[in-house]
């Protein structure tokens, strides 16, 4: 394991404040912040109603509530490692996991000047998150449910910005350089702190029996969709701070769109795979992610 963790720490660089190193001047506003594609509103009928102006609205928005899910993701993990005290007996371990509090602690920073620039300070932004959150604060740091947790927020938010990038690199649709910037730098980041959360699962979930790892695998697969729901969907409060007449029913129409289903669901796949994997009962599967 610790050849792992000596890789892991090698590869941090040193660490550079993205509110110092981010162009913040560099918003076009005449822009949008993601690709039609991403946006949940593209698939239904009302999107075809909106001029481009209120289009641009709602692609901020939409972004904003990406980076509340990070606030809230990046606030749960930073929460429940400092107040478990958490100093690993393997002090590589421990500098791999304080590295991260101190990046994601910056993603956070540029996450909430993200939502002010949005107009979106103090706006609901997501969706119900209190039995997730209950759920993530009976996670022990120290255990391979906490890690396994850590890594589905981290590849489900990690992979709709990768697909936001390719997509707007791939339909040639031209989205603002702020917005480019932040979603690269988070994943610049986010790529190191995947790997670890995979190593650090992979390592501790060697203490879980056959029934703790089944248990855990059985509540990721009726958690997740309640996941997916709160953070990349829109919320009513959103849809009404953009000003929808018909709000509720447009809120209804997203949740239950095909189209949105699907890139939810494609965003998740990444991470439930290894889950899968991971806490099947097959011994080689729970073996030390390299």
């Known amino acids: 394991m610790s050849t792992i963790f000596n890789r892991l720490a090698a590869a941090v660089p040193p660490y550079k404040d993205p509110m110092n190193e981010i162009d913040w001047a560099g918003a076009d506003p005449e822009l949008p912040w993601l690709p039609d594609s991403m946006i949940s509103l593209s698939s239904l009928p009302v999107w075809n109603e909106l001029d481009e102006n209120k289009k641009r609205q709602v692609s901020r928005v939409e972004f904003a509530r990406l980076c509340a899910a990070g606030l809230w993701l990046e606030g749960l993990m930073i929460h429940r490692v400092t107040h478990a005290g958490f100093v690993a007996a393997d002090t590589l371990e421990t500098q791999i996991v304080l590295q991260e509090v101190r990046e994601e602690t910056g993603h956070s920073l540029m996450f909430l000047k993200m939502i002010e620039r949005a ?172």
């Open 119 to 290: 107009g979106m300070s103090g706006k609901h932004l997501l969706g119900p998150t209190g039995l997730l959150t209950t759920v993530a604060k009976m996670l022990n740091p120290k255990g391979a449910g906490f890690w396994a947790m850590v890594f589905i927020g981290e590849s489900v938010t990690d992979t709709f910005a990768l697909k936001a990038l390719k997509e707007a690199d791939g339909e040639g649709q031209a989205i603002c350089p702020l917005a480019r910037q932040v979603m690269q730098w988070h994943h610049a980041d986010e790529a190191r702190h995947i790997a670890a959360a995979k190593a650090l699962l992979g390592e501790k979930i060697k203490a879980m029996s056959a029934v703790e790892r089944a248990g855990f695998r059985l509540l990721t697969k009726l958690l997740i969709r309640r996941f997916l729901s709160a953070t990349l969907f829109p919320s009513l409060q959103s849809l009404e701070a953009l000003q929808f007449p018909n709000a509720r029913e447009v809120w209804r129409q997203a949740h239950r769109s095909p189209a949105g289903r699907s890139l939810a669901e494609s965003c998740a796949e990444p991470a439930m795979k290894l889950i899968d994997k991971r806490f099947s009962n097959n011994p080689q599967a729970t073996a030390s992610v390299q």
